[in-house]
């Protein structure tokens, strides 16, 4: 299983990029996509949609259930990654890279800070 170093996590198995420009990207962890088994649907709220940190930004169905997913930050969504629409299958085969899910316009970078990081997250699974 990858939990690659330069990202930070949450305890809801997302995973947090920090695009250095104020945005993050955000997909679930190969934990999760793992533990959810195959998945064949993913549903995201749409582009310009406003988040508070922890609000629900979406849903990943896999065979045997549903699964929210939560905004580790405050901010705006900004891109959706459209792919899954058609290809829910690359949560799966590529978690941390094609398998992202949206990316965010922060709107207090601080909170990063409070996410965990590769060693803490693996701590959480463990």
Same mark, same amino acid.
């Given at each position: 299983?990858?939990?690659?170093?330069?990202? =930070?996590?949450?305890?809801?198995? /997302?995973?947090? =990029?920090?695009?250095?420009?104020?945005?993050? !990207?955000?997909?679930?962890?190969?934990?999760?996509?793992?533990?959810?088994?195959?998945?064949?649907?993913? /549903?995201?709220?749409?582009?310009?949609?406003?988040?508070?940190?922890?609000? !629900?930004?979406?849903?990943?169905?896999?065979? =045997?259930?549903?699964?929210?997913?939560?905004?580790?930050?405050?901010?705006?969504?900004?891109?959706?990654?459209?792919?899954?629409?058609? /290809?829910?299958?690359?949560?799966?085969?590529?978690?941390?890279?094609?398998?992202?899910?949206?990316?965010? =316009?922060?709107?207090?970078?601080?909170?990063?800070?409070?996410?965990?990081?590769?060693?803490?997250? /693996?701590?959480?699974?463990?």
């Amino acid at each position: 299983m990858s939990i690659p170093a330069d990202l =930070k996590y949450t305890r809801e198995h /997302e995973w947090v =990029k920090d695009n250095g420009d104020g945005t993050v !990207t955000v997909g679930i962890t190969d934990f999760a996509q793992g533990e959810l088994g195959d998945i064949v649907f993913v /549903e995201l709220e749409p582009e310009g949609t406003e988040v508070d940190q922890d609000d !629900t930004f979406g849903t990943v169905e896999a065979v =045997k259930t549903v699964s929210d997913l939560y905004a580790p930050v405050d901010g705006e969504i900004l891109e959706i990654n459209d792919q899954l629409e058609d /290809e829910p299958e690359l949560v799966n085969d590529d978690p941390y890279g094609d398998g992202w899910m949206v990316k965010f =316009k922060i709107s207090d970078e601080s909170q990063l800070d409070d996410l965990l990081s590769a060693e803490e997250y /693996e701590d959480v699974i463990a």
